[in-house]
């Protein structure tokens, strides 16, 4: 839906974001993708992350994860973007494109893993303030959805990292709108 103020650019009806909240005996998983070109590339890429990511990030143990979610998740946004092309080539949409961010809550690790992919977001809420993990004013949006993408070629345009959840009071994902020049808020942080 057209959301809370008017919107300055051309859009389209219904919203074409999928949002993913999946939960195990070790944590949590939530994504949000906001597709461009219809739906079908942000449901490719949060359906991909349910199948395949999903079970063993959020199980009773990821060994792992911790040292190596940043050198993961080039590899992770190329499945994801293989994804899209495959529902492509079952006759979706060949404009499928989508943003992403995602955020898996580990408590008993004490582990926060995020990726922020295009002008989606990341927000971590801790008692005293609002952090935007990882997004840089000014950087290229980009997608997911592109035939020449590689898990090399997608380096330099995603956010990824890992940190402790001490003091975590609630992660917010959002997709465009929040804080992009022209079309969102004055001080994204306050909004959150």
């Known amino acids: ?42 449901e490719a890429a949060i ?17 792992g994860l911790r040292e190596s979610w940043t050198s993961r998740a080039p590899n992770v946004l190329a499945a994801l973007n ?19 961010s995602l955020a898996l809550l580990r408590p008993g ?7 922020s992919f295009g002008d989606s977001h990341v927000f971590q809420l801790t008692a005293g303030e609002v952090l935007e993990l990882g997004h840089e004013d000014g950087r290229r949006t980009y997608y997911l959805g592109f035939a020449s993408e ?15 959840l001490a003091g975590t009071r609630a992660i917010v994902l959002a997709t465009d709108g929040l804080s992009e020049r022209g079309i969102g808020v004055a001080v994204p942080e306050d909004a959150v």
């Open 1 to 42: 839906s057209r959301g809370g103020a008017p919107k300055s650019y051309r859009y389209r009806d219904p919203n074409e974001d999928a949002a993913l909240f999946a939960e195990g005996a070790g944590g949590i998983l939530l994504a949000v993708a906001d597709g461009h070109g219809g739906c079908d590339a942000a």
């Open 47 to 63: 359906d991909r992350l349910l199948a395949e990511f999903a079970p063993a990030w959020t199980a009773a143990a990821a060994p």
């Open 82 to 100: 293989a994804a899209i092309l495959e529902r492509v080539a079952r006759g979706g949409p060949d404009t499928a494109r989508t943003t992403l």
């Open 109 to 115: 690790d004490d582990l926060l893993v995020f990726a």
């Open 150 to 164: 590689t898990a090399e070629s997608l380096e330099g345009k995603y956010v990824a990292g890992a940190q402790s």
